[in-house]
């Protein structure tokens, strides 16, 4: 038993649920209680999509279990199929009918429907949402392909050249209620584009069952999603013989390593490595002078595998950043992410308790924060800016506009999204230059209006906080202090958002020194400690 | 009475009674509610809580694991765990609801005893209670009568007059209430739920209850086995509802009919007047509410009465006759009342309606919007405060809202 307060994943089912839903003209019939239902506004309102999931739930009660619940099982199949209508049906149960053991998989497959039927196991009680899809995805394009046999050996990726056509590839496990995977299938598909591949079929994203049953004519498959794709794509490897690529193009340099990949498995010339220069705006922006702020800005990075590992590069090689923290909640990544953390000198956090990850995050004291919205709530309550990375997804996170995270536009969308939330360098370069003007004094009005308060202390870097360390306040707390009036002028004279932490810091720094008073000498004094 | 009641059995589309955690949590804030259950149920009250709350909420999720199913005793030791670890990171809790779930139910957890064992061991510093929020045997907001019968054997007995108002109302809604019943004169008023956990009305003979809400009846009847008495009467929803809900209290206490009159009169002039411009735009418009808070009989009878809307379709998850005799009354007799659900064949007719307003679950709306119908989700109407006379222009407007927006919208 395991206390939860927050869940960063659902339980398997909604997974399957992603699975179905993201494709045309598959139905979902889910054995469960009517309590399970709440699993529709996570499409409907999340996503804000305008139909409900394909899902038809058997909705069984106390009085039911007394009863005989099978037929009740058949009754919903039959009905949905007469319905629906569907190419393909998959059969489920949820962790409730898991326990009264109908098996509704089985029942459905005896019931002679001229359809596919894929009976799925979703161990509720040991597996979860990202596994469900995964299995259900793998199950599904197993279930509909395993009767076509090219054996293997035949497959050969670069035959695309013998039979005169560009190359072609799956892209593989986008689907609904991942995190931007909308907009991230459309960039892909332009960078492929680009590159001459075309795009045989995207799965789950819209296919329908002829898509999936296409899957064999591509050259290669691109594991867009691990997380959803890897089982799918490790046994259309098997069974046909197609590679898949390992990098996810996130970022500048995955996305270069990504078309290095593909290409090299596809038997293309290996792409020009400057192409990231010219088509994407993050390599210049990251090296503009503005950017000279961003060096060695401390962030904390939590998520799912494949975008904390993502971020974590980006941050370090793209954007200057030092990386204080970096985790999952998503155990199957845990071995690549432990290895990317030991590569930053950390300890990889691998946890599904928000808890463990709100006092990590506030143990290494980061500068920004890259995590989900949960953890966008626990910077907020620890004052750190934070940016959304990852899932569990949040309406925030289905925004309105075009906003990939992979591929050359996703680099801009990440430069944005990770650096407005902290103030901006060229704010930060105007303010220690003119932080002596008349506008900063207090008893000016601020443009800030209200805000503008001498206790308002911004967490931004300064002058006096170059290094980011923040001295321990409770050393020597019984030391009485005060302030000059000369010391008291001076702090004066420093911007009112920063003036908060100078006050801070130079105390406690006169607590080390064991001052008891505090004039401006002690304060150039506590700024000249404090910069490293 | 009904001549057009119909039961349905299908596929249902309600939430489960755990549901009602979301706003029983914030009503007493030194309660936490441990729901014994799956990672489906934690994922539940998450999305139902629609956004992650800023701070550490009073609600969690003891999830079952395999090792949990496969020995019961065990389970027992680790629930004990759980609720210790989580007592000690949270001390000033004083009363734990153990939530019973699908899962829990279906191994047949014992929670009382749980419970009982909780109790004994923690002396007093915590009371623990159980009950069933299970969506194999409640619907949504039954959830809230399964928490506060749970609560009535820990009410003090004690025989005073009080006039008991039973149900989780909004804080500010709860003081006028109790304001204008004192100044009819009706001294004893109080509370159940309370808003501290601790702070329990005493229930006895000398008590007279008024439900708030229409979906308390194993609450009712449980106060009435302690020797409440229950004062029948329409819900207080819209201005005549709670003109009659209130009246009732007041004749059952003797108050002389000016007194009443002058302390309603005044009340029912001024929701007249903020009904008026809701009334103008609800009127003659078709209206369906789909099955969810049972608290759709009353908000029909108010947005037919009260609003002049035409009710297509009035269901109801689960219609108790006897608490609902008085709504029933007010109703036109032909209006089509469906008990139960089957959810397909329901869109079916509401496709086939096409009214100009539904009144439905999260699940559905999005859907129902892009089918070019206004929809009003329910579960608002168990979060805002709507009872009272003096609410009854803010309750038209929450139906008159998504009418208002429809026609404010253009993109040709």
């Known amino acids: 038993m395991d206390l939860t307060l927050w869940t960063y994943e659902g339980p398997p089912h909604v997974g399957a649920m992603r699975i179905a839903a993201s494709m045309e003209g598959v139905h979902f019939v889910l054995h469960a209680p009517q309590g399970d239902t709440y699993a529709d506004l996570l499409f409907t309102m999340i996503e804000r999509r305008d139909r409900r999931p394909p899902v038809t739930y058997t909705t069984f009660q106390a009085r039911d279990l007394s009863g005989d619940t099978a037929e009740l099982v058949k009754r919903h199949v039959r009905e949905a199929v007469d319905r629906f209508q569907p190419d393909a049906l998959l059969v489920g149960e949820s962790c409730t009918a ?55 050996t035949d497959h050969d990726p670069c035959a695309w050249r013998q039979q005169e056509r560009r190359p072609r590839v799956n892209l593989i496990g986008p689907s609904l209620l991942g995190f931007r995977c909308r907009d991230d299938v459309l960039e892909i598909r332009r960078l492929l584009e680009a590159h001459g591949i075309e795009v045989n079929a995207v799965v789950p994203l819209g296919a329908r069952v002829t898509d999936v049953e296409r899957l064999p004519l591509a050259d290669a498959n691109v594991c867009l999603v691990p997380e959803v794709a890897e089982p799918c794509c490790n046994w259309l490897e098997r069974h046909f013989g197609q590679p898949f690529t390992r990098t996810v193009p996130i970022g500048i340099g995955a996305t270069t390593d990504f078309l290095k990949e593909l290409h ?77 953390a030991k590569d930053l000198g950390l300890e990889a956090l691998i946890t599904d308790d928000y808890l463990s990850v709100e006092a990590a995050m506030a143990d290494a004291a980061p500068e920004l924060v890259l995590g989900t919205q949960m953890e966008r709530h626990s910077a907020k309550r620890l004052g750190i800016p934070c940016a959304v990375i990852s899932t569990p997804m949040h309406v925030q996170d289905v925004p309105a506009r075009y906003a990939p995270q992979m591929g ?115 304060l150039y004094d506590a700024k000249a400690h404090f910069s490293t | ?42 994922h539940l009250i998450q999305s139902a ?15 079952l694991s395999e090792r949990d199913l496969a020995g019961l005793a065990d389970a027992q030791e680790e629930l004990d765990r759980v609720a210790r670890d989580l007592l000690q990171r949270r ?50 907001t039954q959830g809230e009568d399964g928490a506060l019968a749970a609560l009535v054997p820990t009410l003090p007995a004690r025989d005073e007059p009080q006039l008991l108002l039973v149900g989780t109302l909004a804080h500010a809604v709860e003081d006028r209430l109790i304001t204008l019943f004192q100044r009819m004169g009706i001294e004893t008023v109080r509370s159940f ?145 469906v008990e139960g659900q089957h959810v397909e064949q329901q869109l079916d007719r509401v496709r086939q309606a096409h009214p100009d307003l539904v009144v439905c679950g999260m699940g559905l709306a999005n859907p129902l919007e892009a089918e070019g119908i206004a929809t009003k989700w329910s579960i608002e109407l168990v979060f805002s405060p709507i009872h009272g006379i003096d609410q009854a222009g803010d309750l038209a407007e929450l139906f008159s809202r998504p009418l208002v927006r429809h026609g404010a919208l253009a993109f040709a």
């Open chain 2, 91 to 140: 001390p000033e809790i004083r009363t734990l609801f153990l939530v019973g779930s699908c899962p829990s139910e279906v191994i047949k957890l014992d929670l009382a005893r749980a419970a009982e064992r909780l109790n004994a061991s923690l002396s007093g510093r915590v009371r623990v209670v159980n009950y069933s929020g299970s969506g194999i045997e409640t619907t949504f």
């Open chain 1, 408 to 522: 050359w536009e996703g680099a801009n969308v990440i430069f944005d999204s990770w650096v407005h939330p902290l103030m901006m360098g060229l704010e930060e370069h105007l303010i220690g230059m003119f932080r002596h003007d008349f506008e900063f004094v207090d008893d000016q009005p601020s443009h800030l209006g209200h805000l503008g308060r001498a206790d308002t202390a911004k967490p931004a870097g300064t002058d006096l906080d170059a290094a980011g360390s923040e001295p321990d306040p409770a050393a020597n707390l019984n030391v009485e202090l005060q302030w000059t009036r000369d010391g008291e002028a001076e702090l004066k004279k420093i911007p009112f958002f920063v003036r908060g932490k100078v006050k801070r810091n130079t105390e406690c720094f006169a607590r080390q020194q064991g001052k008891h008073q505090i004039d401006s000498e002690t």
């Open chain 2, 193 to 337: 739920p309370p808003r501290l956990s601790t702070d329990c009305p005493p229930v006895g003979r000398g008590t007279r209850m008024l439900l708030c809400q229409p979906y308390l009846s194993d609450t009712s009847r449980q106060l009435q086995a302690r020797g409440a008495e229950l004062i029948r009467a329409p819900y207080p929803l819209g201005a005549e509802g709670s003109r009659l809900w209130m009246e009732a209290a007041a004749r059952a206490w003797g108050i002389d009919e000016p007194i009443i009159h002058a302390t309603l009169d005044p009340l029912s002039a001024r929701a007249r007047q903020a009904l008026e411009p809701h009334r103008q735009r609800l009127q003659g418009k078709r209206i369906v509410l789909l099955p969810d808070s049972q608290l759709e009989l009353p908000l029909a009878r108010f947005l037919h009465r009260e609003c002049g809307m035409e009710l297509v379709e009035v269901g109801t998850p689960y219609l108790h006759r006897d608490l609902m005799e008085e709504e029933l009354k007010l109703l036109p007799a032909d209006t089509r009342v």
């Open chain 1, 264 to 340: 090299s498995l596809l038997g293309l010339e290996t792409p020009d490595p400057r192409e990231a220069q010219r088509q994407s705006r993050l390599p210049w922006y990251a090296a503009s002078v503005d950017s000279t702020y961003l060096t060695g800005k401390r962030v904390f990075i939590f998520g799912d595998g494949s975008h904390a590992l993502a971020a974590a590069r980006i941050a370090q090689q793209e954007l200057g950043f030092r990386v204080v923290g970096l985790g999952t909640y998503s155990r199957e990544m845990a071995r690549p992410v432990r290895a990317a």
């Open chain 2, 49 to 63: 809580a629609g956004v992650m709350i800023f701070a550490e909420p009073r609600f969690g999720t003891a999830i």
């Open chain 2, 1 to 42: 009475m009904l001549t057009n009641l119909r039961k349905e059995s299908g596929p249902r589309e309600v939430f489960c009674g755990l549901t009602s955690i979301v706003w029983l949590h914030r009503r007493m804030p030194d309660a936490f509610f441990l729901v014994v259950g799956s990672r489906t149920c934690a």
């Open chain 1, 98 to 152: 898991e326990l009264i053991q109908d098996q509704p998989g089985a029942l459905a497959a005896g019931m002679g429907l001229e359809l596919p039927v894929v009976s799925l196991e979703l161990p509720a009680y040991s597996k979860k949402e990202n596994w469900g899809a995964a299995e259900t995805l793998y199950q599904l394009v197993r279930g509909l392909l395993q009767h076509q046999r090219p054996g293997p």
